[in-house]
C-alpha cells in the first residue's frame, strides 16, 4: 500500500504523495473480468502507443487509452474506474482497426465502463443522457436551432424517429425499464445532489 | 525380406526414464515399471533418473545379456530426440538395433498433462503396453548403404547461396549454383552500405562473386530454375530450366563455330533497343532496355534479353555484328545434373507494405520502403546518390523512419515475427542522412531497438550520438499534406505519454520481410516442410538449424527465416560444411523401412506402382509369374503401397500390418487378450 505522510499542508501532502506501484493496490482479478466483459485479450498489449495515436480524443484531452491497458494489465482497478478520462473514449474503433495485436482496446474501455457502472460510478452527463433517452427516445434531443437547420434545408423539422412518431416511446421505455437503467440513473443522480 | 522368426518366444526389457522432474514431475514413475513387471512377455522392467545417460544406457546392455532380450522399450523423450541413443545401446547390448521401441511420455504425455498426474500415470502406463505389443514383433533389420554422388546444388545465388558454393567448391565438391536472375549477388548487391562496419556493400560483394564466376569447381548457372527433383540423398536428379537469355557466352559461341564471339559485355546492343522498361534492381525507380544488364558490376557480365518486352526489330543483331551474341530465336533448354546434396539458399522479398493502409505507402508520394532508400542513397542508384523526394525532387531534410512497419503484428494482414535486421539498417539509414544531408534530422520510431549483434549496441550508441531522434512509439498513421506533400505521422511518444503530430518532408518504412514467391515452390520439389509463416523448416531449431527433415537437403540465409548478413553467411559455411559430410564420406546408410512384396501373396496387378509418389516400384518377372518389385534406395516406407494393395501382398518393414494391430489391440483391450 501506498506509504501516508502526515503532511499538515493539503495542497503539499497531494504534491508528494506516494505514486508507486503496489503489488497490493492491484486485483489481478480485473484483467480477467476486462477480457471476459470485452471479449479481447488485453494482457496481450505490447504498449506500442498507435492506440493512442490514432485517438481522437487524446490530443485534447488527458485520455490515454495506452495507460488504460497498462493499468488495467496491472490490475489497478481503483486508478481506473474512478478516473474520470475513462469516460473520454468516443467509440470510434480507430485504435482496434490499428491495433497491431489485433486486440479491441476500445471494447476493453467499454468492459471497463460496465464495471464501474456495477459501483454506481457514472459521470451525471451519461446518467442524464439516459433521462432524455426516457424521455424523447433521444440523447440529444431535436431543438429550436436544430428545427431552424433542418427547415432551411428543405426537410421536415422533426426527423423521422420518436420525435415524429411519439407512439414508439413506451415501447422504447419498456426497454430501458427491463434493465433498471432509468431507475438506477434516477437514483445515483438523487443521491449526487 | 527379412526372417521373421516365428518360434521365438519375446522376451522385452522395459525402461523407464525420470528424466529428473520432467517426467517423474507428473507421472508415477515406479507405478509406471511395476505395471510394465505384469504385462505379457516382460522379462525385465527398470527404472532409471536418466536413462540417456551413460549408466542409463549400460542397464540396457546389461539386461541384455543377462535376460536374453529380444525386444527393449525405453519409455522416455521423443524418438526424434533419443532414438539414435537407444538405439545405439540396444546394438552395444548385442541385439540388432531395430529390434528397439520408444514409448514417448514426456513431449506428448508429462509436458501436457502437467497437472494431472493421475491421468498422465494412466496414459503413460498405456504407452508402454503398446511399445511392448510392438517390441514383441519386431525383428532384425540392415540399413541400407548407398553411395553418393561426388557432387552438390546450391540453389539461389545470394551472398549465402554464393557463399555456400565456394566453401564446397572449396572443399573439393563439384557444385552447381543455381540463379533464377541473370546475375548472381542478391539482396546484399541492392545495398548501399552494411551494418555496423559501414562496409561499401558492393565493395564488400562483388570480390565473392568474381570468386565464384572464376572457381573452377562451381557451375554457375544464371538464368536458371529448378524445374523437377528426383531421387534421394546420395543421389538426387535435378531437371533444370536454362531460361532463353537470348544473348549467348563466348563459350557457347565456339560451341556454335563462331570465332571469337559471343557476348563481351560491350552494351552497344542496349544504345540501339528502342524498348525501355522499368529497371527491377532498382525497384522500378531506373529504366532499362529489353536487352539489359542489372548493374555495372553484374556476374557473369552477359546481357539478357527480356523476351516479354523484345519487339525483335533485330537492331541488337545488327548492333553486335561479327561476334553473332544475339540470338532472339532462342528457346529455353532443360538440363539434367546428378548431385549428393543440395544447398536451398532462396533468400527473401519484402512484404507489400501497401497492405498496411495507414501508412499510405503507394499513396503518398513521399513514403518509400527501405530497400528503395538503399537505391536512392547509393551512388551507383536512379538519383547518384542523392535522396531526393519523389514529389518534387527536394532534398528532404526530416525523415521519419517508420520501424516493426508489417512485422510483430498479429492482425493477419502483416507478419507475426520480428524481421530481425531493421532496426540496425535504419540506424545505418540514420546515420547516412546526417552524413549526407547537412541538417537533416532521422526521426526513428520504434517500438523496442533490437540492436543484439556484436558492436551492434555501440552502432546504436554511436547514432544516437550523432543525432538520431528516438521516439518510443509505434506509428498509428500517416497523413499527407495534398499541398506541400509532407507528411503527418501521428504516434505516441509513449514515454512522454504524450500524443505527437510530427510534419516530415519524407517517410521510410522498414517493411516487413517475407519468403520469395519461388521458395514455396522450390520447397515442394524437394520435399521440404516450411513453418506456418512460409519460411523453410530447419531439422531443429538449435541443435539443427542448417539440416531439413529430408536427408540431404540444408539451408542457408533468410529462406529459413530472417537473418543479417553475418548471420547468413555463417550458416550458409554451416550448411556447406553439413552438406559436404555425406559426398565426403562416399556413402549414406538409408533407415530400412523399405516396403517388402510378399510375391507368394502379389497377384501382379501394377496397381500399387501409379501410386507410389517416389516411382520406387515396378514389375518384373519372376518365376512365370509378373510381381511387384521395390528399389529399395527410392523407398521412404511412406506406407502408400502398403495400404494401398487389394491383397495384402505388402509388407512395410519396422511397421508392419500385424505390428500395427498388436499395438491397436493393446491399445483397445487394455492388455486382456
Known amino acids: 500500500m501506498a506509504v501516508k505522510k502526515d503532511y499538515k499542508d493539503q495542497q503539499l501532502a497531494e504534491k508528494l504523495r506516494d505514486r508507486k506501484y503496489y503489488i497490493p493496490d492491484s486485483n489481478p482479478e480485473f484483467i480477467k473480468d476486462v477480457e471476459k466483459i470485452g471479449q479481447t485479450a488485453a494482457h496481450m498489449c505490447y504498449q506500442c502507443g498507435t492506440c493512442t495515436g490514432s485517438c481522437p480524443s487524446a490530443p485534447r484531452s488527458s485520455y490515454r487509452i495506452r495507460l488504460f491497458m497498462r493499468k488495467a494489465v496491472l490490475g489497478l482497478e481503483e486508478e481506473i474506474l474512478t478516473d474520470p478520462d475513462l469516460w473520454l473514449c468516443t467509440t470510434c474503433y480507430s485504435c482496434t482497426d490499428r491495433c497491431p495485436r489485433d486486440l479491441a482496446p476500445t471494447d476493453a474501455i467499454m468492459a471497463m465502463r460496465n464495471l464501474a457502472a456495477r459501483r454506481d460510478i457514472v459521470p451525471r452527463n451519461f446518467l442524464q443522457t439516459v433521462q432524455l433517452i426516457y424521455k424523447s427516445g433521444h440523447g440529444v434531443p431535436n431543438n429550436d436551432a436544430n428545427r431552424a437547420a433542418r427547415k432551411k434545408l428543405g426537410l421536415d423539422e422533426e426527423p423521422e424517429t420518436t420525435h415524429k412518431y411519439p407512439e414508439y416511446l413506451p415501447g422504447i421505455r419498456k426497454i430501458i425499464d427491463h434493465y433498471g437503467l432509468k431507475d438506477r440513473a434516477d437514483k445515483i443522480l438523487a443521491e449526487g445532489e | ?673
Open chain 2, 1 to 673: 525380406m527379412a526372417e521373421v522368426k516365428k518360434n521365438e518366444e519375446p522376451r522385452i526389457g522395459v525402461f523407464v526414464c525420470h528424466c529428473g522432474t520432467n517426467i517423474a514431475g507428473s507421472i508415477d514413475v515406479k507405478a509406471v515399471m511395476e505395471y510394465a513387471r505384469t504385462l505379457p512377455n516382460v522379462a525385465i522392467a527398470d527404472d532409471y533418473q536418466y536413462m540417456c545417460s551413460t549408466p542409463g544406457q549400460n542397464k540396457i546392455a546389461e539386461a541384455i545379456a543377462e535376460q536374453k532380450l529380444t525386444g527393449v522399450v525405453v519409455a522416455a523423450c521423443s524418438p526424434r530426440l533419443h532414438e539414435p541413443t537407444f538405439r545405439n545401446a540396444t546394438k552395444a547390448g548385442g541385439l540388432n538395433p531395430f529390434r528397439f521401441e520408444m514409448a514417448n511420455i514426456r513431449e506428448q504425455n508429462s509436458w501436457v498433462h502437467m497437472h494431472q498426474p493421475e491421468e498422465a500415470t494412466a496414459k503413460a502406463k498405456d504407452a508402454v503396453r503398446i511399445a511392448v505389443a510392438k517390441a514383441s514383433l519386431l525383428e532384425d533389420l540392415v540399413p541400407k548403404s548407398v553411395p553418393v554422388e561426388k557432387a552438390a546444388m546450391v540453389v539461389g545465388g545470394g551472398v549465402g547461396g554464393m557463399q555456400a558454393a565456394l566453401d564446397l567448391a572449396n572443399a573439393g565438391i563439384k557444385t552447381y549454383l543455381v540463379e533464377k536472375s541473370p546475375t548472381i549477388g542478391g539482396r546484399m548487391s541492392q545495398l548501399d552500405k552494411t551494418f555496423p562496419t559501414l562496409d561499401c556493400s558492393q565493395c564488400i560483394l562483388t570480390p565473392k562473386m568474381v570468386d565464384v564466376y572464376r572457381n573452377e569447381g562451381i557451375e554457375l548457372l544464371t538464368y536458371t530454375e529448378v524445374e523437377q527433383v528426383e531421387g534421394y540423398i546420395g543421389n538426387f536428379d535435378v531437371t533444370l530450366r536454362k531460361k532463353a537469355r537470348g544473348v549467348i557466352t563466348p563459350a557457347e559461341a565456339e560451341a556454335r563455330g563462331i570465332v571469337g564471339g559471343g557476348c563481351t559485355g560491350c552494351g552497344d546492343c542496349v544504345d540501339v533497343c528502342p524498348v525501355i522498361k522499368p529497371n527491377p534492381f532498382e525497384l522500378g525507380m531506373a529504366p532499362r532496355k529489353a536487352i539489359y544488364i542489372y548493374h555495372p558490376q553484374v556476374s557473369p557480365l552477359i546481357y539478357t534479353v527480356d523476351f516479354d518486352a523484345c519487339v525483335k526489330c533485330g537492331l541488337c543483331v545488327e548492333a553486335c555484328g561479327e561476334k553473332k551474341a544475339v540470338d532472339l530465336e532462342m528457346k529455353d533448354e532443360l538440363m539434367t545434373v546428378k548431385v549428393g546434396t543440395v544447398v536451398l539458399a532462396t533468400g527473401y522479398d519484402i512484404f507489400p507494405i501497401e497492405k498496411k493502409f495507414e501508412w499510405g505507402y503507394k499513396n503518398y508520394d513521399n513514403v518509400i520502403t527501405s530497400l528503395e532508400f538503399e537505391r536512392l542513397i547509393c551512388a551507383s542508384g536512379p538519383t547518384g546518390g542523392h535522396l531526393v523526394r519523389p514529389s518534387d525532387g527536394e532534398t528532404p531534410k526530416k525523415i521519419a523512419f517508420v520501424l516493426c512497419a508489417g512485422s510483430r503484428d498479429s492482425t493477419g494482414v502483416g507478419k507475426p515475427y520480428c524481421s530481425r535486421f531493421c532496426c540496425m539498417y535504419s540506424l545505418k539509414h540514420a546515420h547516412q542522412i546526417i552524413e549526407k544531408i547537412p541538417g537533416a534530422i532521422p526521426y526513428i520510431f520504434y517500438m523496442d531497438i533490437r540492436s543484439f549483434g556484436k558492436m551492434y549496441e555501440e552502432f546504436y550508441y554511436r547514432i544516437q550520438d550523432e543525432g538520431a531522434k528516438f521516439i518510443r512509439g509505434r506509428v498509428a498513421n500517416i497523413l499527407e499534406d495534398p499541398v506541400t506533400k509532407n507528411l503527418h505521422v501521428n504516434a505516441e511518444d509513449t514515454l512522454l505519454g504524450r500524443p505527437i503530430d510530427m510534419e516530415v518532408d519524407m517517410v521510410v518504412l522498414a517493411a516487413a520481410v517475407q519468403p520469395t514467391a519461388e521458395t514455396e515452390k522450390t520447397r515442394r520439389l524437394f520435399g521440404v516442410s516450411c513453418s506456418q509463416d512460409g519460411w523453410l523448416l530447419e531439422a531443429h531449431p538449435k541443435l539443427n538449424p542448417c539440416g531439413t527433415t529430408t536427408a540431404g537437403v540444408y539451408l542457408a540465409g533468410v529462406c529459413q527465416g530472417p537473418k543479417d548478413i553475418p548471420d547468413t553467411v555463417a550458416q550458409a559455411e554451416g550448411a556447406a560444411s553439413a552438406a559436404s559430410i555425406p559426398i565426403h564420406r562416399g556413402e549414406v546408410e538409408l533407415e530400412p523401412y523399405f516396403a517388402q512384396c510378399m510375391e507368394e501373396k502379389c497377384a501382379g496387378c501394377g496397381l500399387c506402382v501409379n501410386q507410389c509418389p517416389y516411382g520406387a516400384l515396378s514389375l518384373v518377372e519372376k518365376d512365370g509369374r509378373t510381381v511387384m518389385q521395390v528399389t529399395e534406395a527410392k523407398c521412404k516406407g511412406c506406407g502408400t503401397c502398403g495400404g494401398f494393395c487389394p491383397g495384402g501382398a505388402i509388407w512395410m518393414q519396422h511397421f508392419a500390418t500385424p505390428q500395427i494391430v498388436a499395438q491397436i489391440d493393446a491399445f483397445l483391450l487394455g492388455g486382456e487378450q
